[in-house]
């Protein structure tokens, strides 16, 4: 049975830090397209971030503050967020895809988390 599970959320101070964490099982994150997204209240779910064996990419939105990285031995993978903002608040999810073909969309990950939950105060 494949889990993916969130941890790290909660509430900061604009320009603070989080660190997000997703620990997988039933799967080998190694080998798989890892991302993050996150949805706001009455938003669309929206891409953060992903990482893959080529390499990664971020939203523009993101780009700078986040870094998304992985432990393979931990079968683990983190996004840490820098210099918050009140627009970061949202609950992130960890999606994981064996084969992905765009994966800024979250249309082509198999495996979604439960959530973590963001509020950044400003």
């Known amino acids: 049975q494949v889990q993916l599970v969130e941890s790290g959320g909660g509430l900061m101070q604009a320009g603070g830090s989080l660190r997000l964490s997703c620990a997988a099982s039933?799967?080998?994150?190694?080998?798989?397209?890892m991302g993050w997204f996150r949805q706001a209240p009455g938003k669309e779910r929206e891409f953060v971030a992903f990482?893959?064996?080529?390499?990664?990419n971020y939203a523009d939105s993101v780009k700078g503050r986040f870094t998304i990285s992985r432990d393979n031995a931990k079968n683990t993978v983190y996004l840490q967020m820098n210099s918050l903002k009140s627009e970061d608040t949202a609950v992130y999810y960890c999606?994981?895809?064996?084969?992905?073909?765009?994966?800024?969309?979250?249309?082509?990950?198999?495996?979604w988390g439960q959530g973590t939950q963001v509020v950044v105060s400003s």
């Open positions: 999606a994981a895809s064996s084969g992905v073909v765009v994966p800024t969309s979250r249309f082509g990950y198999n495996y």
């Open positions: 990482i893959t064996r080529g390499g990664g």
């Open positions: 039933g799967l080998t994150i190694s080998s798989l397209a």
